[in-house]
């Protein structure tokens, strides 16, 4: 009598519990496993669409923000006795600084928070936040050129605050390209490569850091042409009142659409991560055959 064949493809393989070929466990339904996957992968649209939705709302308050600044700053608040209405450049300059100021912060942040935990979300948040703090400070530079040349008859003035802004820039500039000749696509992330830029950055951009203090206080460390902090002063803010809700104003809409533009960066480098269920698209295992009872395998001698 010969002894039962096992029937092709449902060879059990060693020590896992699977059957070979398959990638199913014993005890398996093949369809709960596909109607898990696809549960997965609905409750992960929903939550897509639920942020999508906050983005949006969050979109429509920088809008709103925006044009209340813009209103104050340009019709309600005065001009300055002594710039004139070349001073309404405030309301953009100094918002636009404070918000590279809280990009850099949350650099540093983040970067401690992928070393502590070496979870790759933190360096997407850190990369994205860089990304938002060199537009804006590159931005502050240039409203400052504007600013100066009318005030002050000039583009450039070799000024510590001038000068430490811009060697600001230039770190966190050499911090990006640095990531990016370290890692230069999405296509490896997730492996050791991301891992390996990660660490770097991370020291890269703590490191950074220690120049935002120094261009802040380089207006009271050094002469300066700048004036000094005027919101922030020791005594009564020696600013008028209208001014003080104009600047208000445009710091809130900073900040709301500083938010809104790093919450989308970041849904846009999400998918350069590996994700730890499948596609909803993938190719479902192929399901168990049906048992075979012994009488049809064995035959007599």
Known sequence: MDLPRPVPGTARTAGTGRVAGTGQRRGTSPTSTVSDRRAAGDRRAAGDRRAAGGRRSLGWLAAGLTGAAAAAGLLIAPPDALQGDAQRLMYLHVPAAWTAYLAFA???????????????????CARAAAELGVGLTALTIALGAVWGRAVWGTWWAWDPRLVSTALLLIVYLGYLAARQSLHPGPARAGGPGAHRSARIAAVIGMAGFALVP??????????SLHQPATILAPERPPIDPLMAAALGLSLAAFTVAAIWIFLRRLATLEPALPRRTPPSGSTPPPPLPAPTSASSVVRAG
């Open 214 to 223: 120094l261009v802040h206080f380089s207006v009271v460390w050094w002469r």
């Open 106 to 124: 949350a650099v540093l942040a983040a970067s401690l928070g992928y070393l502590a935990t070496h979870d790759l979300r933190w360096d997407r």
